[in-house]
């Protein structure tokens, strides 16, 4: 079956630490996307991993995928409030980017 | 100007009841799909068309019929309203292929709540 888990499903922090949000997946992929969605909002694209070993930053975030550990990680450096929001991992398992199987999300809250 | 579009916002409506949900993209792709979340904000795929032509036909009960005019719009029909159908609906769009920059980009949402 094919699983993509996320965790923590909810990070509460304080504004200024660092954290780590995990993805691991079920079977063999190389495509994995991070999306951000803020309540009630859409979803908006984060962040795309092509290739083992692939690495993104963008702000206070950065994004790193291992094929061979089928381990994608979103870290936060200096956690700001305006960070606060759902962040979903999602894996497409097709090859052909036409279909994403989602995690479970990670609700982010972050405290003054 | 929105780049995926879905009307209407919010739909409330009573069981048994026929509703459907448009959705618009203006980015050029050719490829639309049509997501589920349901209240744990777990999001499904459910529908995907490339060039109009149905790819994706993920395990959904056959009250649910996606129809694709053109490549711009996705429009998803729902016949015989059922309590468990409230969630929100996302549309998506995308470029087929494996671009470097490929990804999907995400409508606003449509709020079914079904009485």
């Known amino acids: 079956e094919l699983k993509v888990e996320q965790n923590p499903l909810f990070l509460s922090m304080q504004e200024g630490k660092n954290y780590t949000i995990y993805c691991n997946y079920s079977t063999t992929s190389d495509r994995l996307y991070w999306y951000r969605q803020d309540p009630g909002k859409s979803l908006e694209s984060l962040f795309v991993?092509?290739?083992?070993?692939a690495v993104k930053q963008e702000g206070r975030l950065m994004a790193s995928l291992d094929t061979k550990a089928r381990l994608s990680t979103l870290h936060i450096t200096a956690a700001v409030h305006d960070l606060s929001a759902t962040y979903f991992c999602?894996?497409?398992?097709?090859?052909?980017?036409?279909?994403?199987?989602f995690g479970t999300g990670t609700r982010l809250q972050v405290t003054l | 100007d929105t780049a995926v579009s879905q009307t209407p916002k919010y739909l409330v409506t009573q069981m048994g009841n026929d509703k459907s949900i448009k959705c618009e993209q203006n980015?050029?792709?050719?490829?639309m799909y049509w997501y589920k979340q349901d209240s744990k904000k777990f999001l499904k795929i459910m529908f995907s068309y490339n060039n109009k032509e149905l790819i994706i036909n993920e395990t959904v009960p056959n009250r649910f019929s996606p129809k694709s005019p053109d490549k711009a719009h996705l429009n998803l029909h729902i016949n015989s309203l059922e309590l468990g159908d409230s969630a929100v609906y996302f549309c998506?769009?995308?470029?087929w292929g494996l671009g470097d920059t490929d990804t999907q980009y995400f409508g606003p949402g449509t709020r079914l709540t079904v009485l």
């Open positions: 980015l050029g792709h050719d490829t």
């Open positions: 998506a769009s995308s470029a």
């Open positions: 991993l092509l290739s083992n070993g």
């Open positions: 999602a894996v497409d398992f097709t090859g052909t980017a036409s279909k994403l199987t």
